[in-house]
């Protein structure tokens, strides 16, 4: 009892004393604190700035596309789902049929139905559609990109906290282990793919990046310190990660192999038993995910579609691995560069290169088996490869710890010059990345095709409206409803029928990346009146309906000594922009017109840039920004 009350009073006194040093300003919090732990929080603190501050500074808003951008937008499409659909029929699965009885019936991709008309997707599991949906209504954001990129920005950061606190833990020991663990950090944040799928572009991966490094962080101190709250995590994990991602399924099974291997010679049994258990736990997490969808789909469906999509994504496709290879290259740049830097430097100081912990080198790695299993989705999208990143940052740390240690007396000055090697590479990645199209790119025509889907919404509400590609997401939350996909406006005409609607439309689109389609305008059918209309966006961004569908262009607007608004000073030549579509157009067509005036084609001549057109009398009102017809 004695021991009890001293031990209570000594609290007391260092909370009164405490307390004083707050009051007297002499910051008793940081007091209790030791140098290294200040230290260490200040790191972490740094680190999510930096994720932070690269965030802003990669951001691209308004006018653009970007690779994989159908995957935003695929994520943006459920969510909305969720809101305008009651929770007893999706249940959170990944519904992509908008609210209201016209979206339902509409199938989807690679999607299944319910009783209720509503479409799933099976490929993926809800959890990577649910967290960023709650994230977003925890803070009351809208349903858009921006919310999303906080989301990633989130996960980013938190996954870059966690790598660093995974190298504390295994450089614990190293005297030079902050050095390290520097260097480790900016080559985590700084890769491109990393820039791009936990930024712009959101997907499942982006949890999985965080659920990974949380995997290996919980094996590693539950293997040697033999902690159990390590092994609880490391289990629960385990539980957690298949539920999310493909991945995870590989990288289970990567952390079985390794209990057979590394204990076998010492304890079968128990290698065997530890094996097993994570074997049995992945299994639950797919019957998890499995009861999960029967509660809403038929089983026959549910598992056919599983089927169909890993033959179409799996080792068999006709991708070349080498493909997915030489796409790991483009996906972290100069990073290789500083690697293969070290090695040389490695194999000239030490004529050799020694791996210390090879054991941490296989379990970071095997997770990478799943994008040679699913060659055609790695390649395809390239946010599938980010996982690289642990293998590619780990080898570095590797590197720098076996130069530091080989240097007795210059260590400082070789650190000093791999780390200006190491800034220089990842800001160049970021530099890369920014001005680089193979990422993002400028395009002109959101806003074009914002103006189209508000113009068919409101005058042509009472529609059904199809068009012949793919449809992911993009063209569903333009126009707010479900779109027929690969159809025309024939077939989308018997289905205003049979529901009663007074409009057939087929949306006339350009092909581009991600599904994020360029309108041109649309085909109507009414079905009153059994009449077609036309509506056409012009060059001028003007939308006009004609009744018959007849393409218009523009001359050039060019005006110097030779020509005058496209149209030439000696007369009678028409000069336009080379298109391949124009020019095809003009070799089929007999006239050119405008208005009621039509000029007689006598001669085509044209270029790389122009395409100069000789026509019958003074065409003179063709001059630009006339518009003019083939016919």
């Known amino acids: 009892m004695r021991k009890y009350l001293k031990k209570q009073q000594n609290i007391l006194r260092r909370c009164i004393e405490y307390d004083e040093n707050l009051r007297s300003g002499g910051g008793g919090r940081w007091r ?23 965030s802003i500074i990669k951001f691209r808003g308004g006018e653009i596309n970007y690779l994989d951008s159908d995957a935003t937008w695929h994520t943006l499409l459920t969510m909305q789902a969720y809101d305008e659909t009651p929770i007893s029929q999706h249940k959170f699965l990944p519904i992509v049929s908008l609210g209201g009885v016209d979206n339902k019936g509409i199938s989807w991709g690679a999607t299944i139905p319910d009783k209720e008309g509503n479409f799933y997707y099976t490929s993926f599991s809800p959890a990577g559609f649910v967290l960023p949906y709650l994230f977003i209504k925890v803070f009351r954001l809208p349903i858009n990109e921006k919310s999303l990129y906080y989301f990633n920005t989130l996960l980013f950061a ?51 990046q965080v659920m990974l490094i949380a ?37 289970n099974l990567g952390f079985a192999l ?32 499995t009861v999960h969808y029967l509660s809403v789909v038929a089983a026959s469906d549910f598992f056919l579609a599983l089927k169909n999509r890993f033959f179409a994504r799996n080792i068999a496709s006709s991708t070349l691995l080498t493909d997915v290879f030489g796409s ?17 430097w490695n194999i000239i100081k030490n004529e050799k290169i020694e791996l210390k912990n090879k054991c941490i080198l296989f379990v ?124 025309d406006i024939d077939s989308v005409r ?72 496209g149209y030439s000073n000696v007369g009678n030549v028409l000069l336009f922009y080379y298109e391949e579509e124009l020019l095809n157009n003009l070799r089929n067509g007999t006239f050119v017109s405008t208005g009621e005036r039509q000029f007689t084609i006598q001669d085509i001549k044209y270029d790389s840039q122009w395409i100069e057109v000789t026509v019958e009398g003074d065409a003179s009102s063709c001059k630009y920004p006339a518009y003019i017809s083939i016919q």
């Open 32 to 54: 209790c604190l030791s140098k290294n732990q200040a230290f260490t929080g200040l790191f972490y603190v740094g680190i999510i700035l930096m994720v932070i501050m690269v």
């Open 158 to 208: 938190i996954s870059a906290v966690l790598w660093a606190f995974f190298l504390k833990t295994i450089y614990k020991s190293e005297k030079w282990r902050r050095h390290i663990i520097c260097i480790g950090v900016l080559t985590y944040i700084f890769s491109p793919e990393l820039f791009h799928g936990m930024g712009i572009v959101y997907w499942h991966q982006s949890i999985m």
């Open 215 to 251: 995997q290996f962080l919980t094996y590693y101190q539950y293997k040697t310190k033999n902690s159990k709250k390590g092994k609880i995590a490391f289990y629960l994990i385990t539980l957690i990660i298949p539920y999310i991602e493909w991945t995870g399924y590989v990288a």
């Open 258 to 289: 390794f209990e057979l291997g590394s204990d076998w010679k010492f304890d079968l049994k128990r290698a065997w038993k530890n094996a097993i258990v994570i074997g049995a736990i992945t299994a639950a997490s797919f019957g998890l995910f």
């Open 328 to 344: 790991y290259l483009k996906s972290f740049l100069l990073l290789w560069i500083l690697l293969f830097f070290l090695i040389i």
């Open 364 to 487: 970071l790695a095997f997770p990478l088996l799943e994008n040679v299993v699913m060659k055609e989705h790695a390649l395809s999208y390239s946010y599938d490869r980010m996982k690289m990143v642990f293998i590619l940052s780990y080898l570095i740390c590797e590197l720098v710890a076996q130069i530091l240690v080989s240097y007795e007396k210059r260590n400082k000055a070789a650190f000093i010059i791999i780390a200006i090697v190491t800034v220089i590479c990842c800001f160049g990645n970021l530099n890369y990345y920014r001005k680089d199209s193979k990422y993002i790119w400028d395009i002109t025509y959101r806003e074009t095709n914002k103006k189209i889907s508000e113009y068919i919404n409101q005058n042509y509400w009472n529609s059904v409206l199809t068009t012949n590609a793919s449809v992911r997401g993009y063209l569903n939350l333009l126009f707010n409803r479900g779109i027929y996909e690969w159809g």
């Open 494 to 565: 018997d289905i205003a029928l049979q529901k009663g609607k007074r409009y057939a439309i087929e949306l006339k689109t350009l092909d581009a990346p991600g599904n994020m389609y360029q309108l041109t305008g649309a085909i109507v059918y009414d079905v009153a009146v059994d009449k077609f209309i036309y509506i056409k966006l012009r060059n001028d961004g003007t939308i006009v309906e004609l009744n018959n569908d007849v393409e218009e262009y523009n001359l050039a607007d060019l005006t110097d000594e030779n020509w005058t608004s």
